[in-house]
T-cell receptor, first 112, second 116 residues
Framework: GIQVEQSPPDLILQEGANSTLRCNFS?????LQWFHQNPWGQLINLFYIPSGTKQNGRLSATTVATERYSLLYISSSQTTDSGVYFCAVEGEGSSNTGKLIFGQGTTLQVKP | DTGVSQNPRHKITKRGQNVTFRCDPISEHNRLYWYRQTLGQGPEFLTY????????KSRLLSDRFSAERPKGSFSTLEIQRTEQGDSAMYLCASSPGWSPPYNEQFFGPGTRLTVL
């Protein structure tokens, strides 16, 4: 099945810094989503981005489907950005079920 | 439009007991998914419903696990004869399935199961 790798596994930033999180996937995808998991375990939707570039406030994402990677940019980080960021993909071979395969996540800590 | 809801939020049980969790998807979403997340890992797919039909089950879903979506609305996940290895966060998600983006999934807050 499709493999999803996220890097870096851990990231520590000072408030105000910028960061880039990477997601590599091993096969073509129908769907790619980025999530932020808060300390209570809730997965918050950040982007639905199987291809192209999107921006939402201080966050933006780019997926280059032909090269099988996606990037999540966080600018001017705030302490509330802390948590685990997951990339999840639906492989083209999933028979259109929509099931997501998650990476291991990037744990971000933003220090004041 | 309310989000995905799950009940209970926390469940502590003794090994060997049966437990049942409920998921209410976003209204009019016809696709519903169950995932399991253990500490330090990403969520793993368990099963998928389109309306009331269960169309895919992961090999993770042993015969002690059963899921239903009787009227194509809410879903239940039952674990029989719980084992300590079943301790995890159980997440439910739904997606529209009929309007774009068809497969964008929205997650509930999860049910955290602890088996003693």
């Amino acid at each position: 099945g499709i493999q999803v790798e996220q890097s870096p596994p851990d990231l520590i930033l000072q408030e105000g810094a910028n960061s880039t999180l990477r997601c590599n996937f091993s096969d073509s995808v129908n769907n790619l989503q980025w999530f932020h998991q808060n300390p209570w375990g809730q997965l918050i939707n950040l982007f639905y981005i199987p291809s192209g570039t999107k921006q939402n406030g201080r966050l933006s994402a780019t997926t280059v489907a032909t090269e099988r990677y996606s990037l999540l940019y966080i600018s001017s980080s705030q302490t509330t950005d802390s948590g685990v960021y997951f990339c999840a993909v639906e492989g083209e071979g999933s028979s259109n079920t929509g099931k997501l395969i998650f990476g291991q996540g990037t744990t971000l800590q933003v220090k004041p | 439009d309310t989000g995905v809801s799950q009940n209970p939020r926390h469940k502590i049980t003794k090994r060997g007991q049966n437990v049942t969790f409920r998921c209410d998807p976003i209204s009019e979403h016809n696709r519903l998914y169950w995932y399991r997340q253990t500490l330090g890992q990403g969520p793993e797919f368990l099963t998928y419903f389109q309306n009331e039909a269960q169309l895919e089950k992961s090999r993770l879903l042993s015969d002690r696990f059963s899921a239903e979506r009787p009227k194509g609305s809410f879903s239940t996940l039952e674990i029989q004869r719980t084992e300590q290895g079943d301790s995890a966060m159980y997440l439910c998600a739904s997606s529209p399935g009929w309007s774009p983006p068809y497969n964008e999934q929205f997650f509930g807050p999860g049910t955290r199961l602890t088996v003693l």
